[in-house]
C-alpha cells in the first residue's frame, strides 16, 4: 500500500466540537434513509456500519419531534415521546461501539408538513397552503404556539440527551423546516415580534439555539444547519443576508452546517454535480 498524501493528513486529525471531540474529520451529516422510525433496527445497523467503516460523526436523518408535525406516511425519525427514546439509545449504541459521535437531527416541518395521518391542521409561519401536493391549508402559528414549538423543541432535546446523542442539530435548512421559514423572506410575512427585520426574523431561530445550548450545558455539543441561500434571488435569503445574521448569532452554536438550495440541490450526486459544488456559496462564512 502506498503511503498517504500528506495533503490529506489534516483529514485524521481529531477536532474539537464545543465539548466533544471527533477523532477525525469524516462527518456524516444528517440523511435520510427510509429506515426512521419504521425499521428502528436496520437504521441503527445502518449508521453503526457508518462508523465502523471510520467516520468520525455520524448523525440521524430528520427527527420529527412533535405529532402536530408529521410527514407520514414519509418515513422519517420520531422522538415525540419517552417511548421514541430506547430505539434511538439503540442507534447510540451501535454508533458508540466504533469510536464515533453520534449526532441527532430535530425537526418541525412546519409549511411542508401536510399532517395527512395525524388529522392536525398544520401550523406554520404564515397561513399558507402546504408546499407540496397535498391541498392542505396550514394556519399561521400564534405567539402561544411559538412557546409550545420551544417547549416540544426544549423536550425532545433532553430525551436525545437522555438516549446517549453526543450532538443536537438545530435544524434551519433544506426549504424544509419551521425555523428556516421564520428566517426567510420567501416564506415571513408577519408584521409582529418575529417578522419584518431580519433580527425579528431570526428571533425564533436565535430562541431555540438558546434553548438548547442552555440544556446541553456542556455536555453535548449544538449543531446549526442553515441554508445560506436559498437561490431564490432577492425573494429569498441570500449571501448578504447571511453574513448579517452570522453576526448576530455566528457565535452560538458549536458547529455550522451550511448548505444552498433546496433538498434536491444540496444532495445531488456525484455523477449530476462537480466536486465542491456548493463551495462557492459557502466560501469565506467561516
Not at 46 to 73: D, L
Not at 118 to 135: L, S
Amino acid at each position: 500500500m502506498s503511503p498517504r498524501d500528506q495533503r490529506y493528513d489534516v483529514l485524521f486529525e481529531p477536532v474539537a466540537l464545543g465539548p466533544v471531540t471527533a477523532r477525525n474529520r469524516f462527518f456524516q451529516v444528517p440523511h435520510c434513509n427510509g429506515m426512521g422510525h419504521l425499521r428502528p433496527a436496520a437504521h441503527a445497523e445502518m449508521r453503526g456500519i457508518k462508523a465502523e467503516g471510520g467516520w468520525a460523526v455520524v448523525c440521524t436523518e430528520e427527527v420529527e419531534f412533535h405529532w402536530a408535525s408529521s410527514t407520514s406516511p414519509y418515513v422519517e425519525g420520531m422522538l415525540v415521546d419517552d417511548h421514541d427514546i430506547p430505539m434511538h439509545a439503540r442507534l447510540v449504541e451501535r454508533v458508540h461501539a466504533h469510536g464515533a459521535l453520534a449526532g441527532c437531527q430535530l425537526v418541525h416541518s412546519g409549511l411542508v408538513a401536510a399532517n395527512l395521518e395525524v388529522r392536525q391542521p398544520p401550523m406554520a409561519v404564515a397561513a399558507v397552503p402546504v408546499d407540496g401536493i397535498h391541498p392542505v391549508q396550514a394556519r399561521a402559528m400564534g405567539v402561544r404556539d411559538i412557546v409550545d414549538l420551544r417547549r416540544w423543541h426544549r423536550q425532545a432535546v433532553e430525551r436525545a440527551m437522555r438516549a446517549g446523542y453526543d450532538l443536537i442539530y438545530v435544524y434551519a435548512g433544506h426549504g424544509m423546516t419551521t425555523l428556516q421559514h421564520f428566517l426567510s423572506r420567501r416564506f415571513n410575512t408577519r408584521t409582529d415580534g418575529y417578522g419584518g427585520s431580519l433580527e425579528n426574523r431570526a428571533r425564533l431561530l436565535r430562541e431555540v439555539l438558546e434553548d438548547t445550548l442552555e440544556l446541553a450545558a456542556g455536555r453535548v455539543a449544538v449543531a446549526c444547519r442553515l441554508c445560506v441561500d436559498e437561490l431564490a434571488g432577492s425573494e429569498g435569503l441570500e449571501r448578504a443576508e447571511i453574513e448579517e445574521l452570522l453576526g448576530l448569532i455566528g457565535e452560538l452554536p458549536d458547529v455550522w452546517d451550511f448548505m444552498a438550495g433546496d433538498w434536491d440541490f444540496d444532495s445531488v450526486t456525484s455523477r449530476f454535480a462537480h466536486e465542491g459544488a456548493e463551495e462557492r456559496y459557502v466560501r469565506g462564512l467561516k
